[in-house]
């Protein structure tokens, strides 16, 4: 007997012989399961992340345990940390250099509010630059409470159409961020 558990089927039409869905059930079955993160640590909290990494937590069983430290190659954006005001524009960057469709996880009070640190050089949360999909409350949270965001994300990526990214509320979400909309 064999242990390996088979992936839920989206949702179809099935037949003697056949399965048919939907091409963005398909894609979003298969982005959903290969969430690539780029680990933007500058804190305490990339030590939850560096443990929600380990053999206890796992997160490989998600299929996310390929750290990019390319952000071509990444699909999850997780700032994890304070993020000082001059550093926002490198985050930015980063974000801007990733490719679509991608995910960003604020990890922790200080990257989704500047936490405790309420003083003039750090950001007040990172969604004064660029979007956010997920917020992970705590200081520092728990790696069980990343991959309850994680679960969160690859619900978002599993049920996003293909063409969300085209339509024009995406594209005035980044306009109001200040980020040029890449055609394509
Ligand atoms: S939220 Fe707390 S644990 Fe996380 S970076 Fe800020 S001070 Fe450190």
Same mark, same amino acid.
């Given at each position: 007997?064999?242990?390996?558990?088979?992936?839920?089927?989206?949702?179809?039409?099935?037949?003697?012989?056949?399965?048919?869905?939907?091409?963005?059930?398909?894609?979003?079955?298969?982005?959903?399961?290969?969430?690539? &993160?780029?680990?933007?640590?500058?804190? $305490? $909290?990339?030590?939850?992340?560096?443990?929600?990494?380990?053999?206890?937590?796992?997160?490989?069983?998600?299929?996310?345990?390929?750290?990019?430290?390319?952000?071509?190659?990444?699909?999850?954006?997780?700032?994890?940390?304070?993020?000082?005001?001059?550093?926002?524009?490198? *985050?930015?960057? *980063?974000?801007?250099?990733?490719?679509?469709?991608?995910? *960003?996880?604020?990890?922790?009070?200080?990257?989704?509010?500047?936490?405790?640190?309420?003083?003039?050089?750090?950001?007040?949360?990172?969604?004064?630059?660029?979007?956010?999909?997920?917020?992970?409350?705590? $200081? &520092?949270?728990? &790696?069980?409470?990343?991959?309850?965001?994680?679960?969160?994300?690859?619900?978002?990526?599993?049920?996003?159409?293909?063409?969300?990214?085209?339509?024009?509320?995406?594209?005035?979400?980044?306009?109001?961020?200040?980020?040029?909309?890449?055609?394509?």
């Amino acid at each position: 007997m064999s242990d390996i558990k088979m992936g839920e089927a989206p949702d179809g039409f099935e037949g003697a012989g056949f399965f048919a869905t939907s091409l963005d059930q398909v894609v979003g079955l298969a982005r959903s399961h290969s969430l690539w &993160p780029l680990p933007f640590a500058t804190s $305490c $909290c990339g030590i939850e992340f560096m443990a929600t990494m380990g053999s206890h937590y796992d997160i490989s069983r998600f299929g996310s345990e390929r750290p990019s430290f390319s952000p071509r190659q990444a699909d999850i954006l997780m700032v994890m940390g304070t993020i000082a005001k001059k550093m926002g524009p490198i *985050v930015k960057q *980063v974000y801007q250099q990733m490719a679509e469709p991608k995910w *960003v996880m604020a990890v922790g009070a200080c990257a989704s509010s500047g936490g405790i640190f309420d003083s003039y050089s750090v950001l007040q949360g990172i969604d004064r630059i660029i979007p956010v999909d997920v917020y992970v409350p705590g $200081c &520092p949270p728990r &790696p069980e409470q990343i991959l309850d965001a994680l679960m969160e994300l690859k619900k978002m990526a599993r049920s996003e159409t293909t063409r969300r990214r085209n339509e024009p509320e995406y594209k005035a979400l980044l306009e109001s961020y200040n980020i040029p909309v890449l055609e394509g």
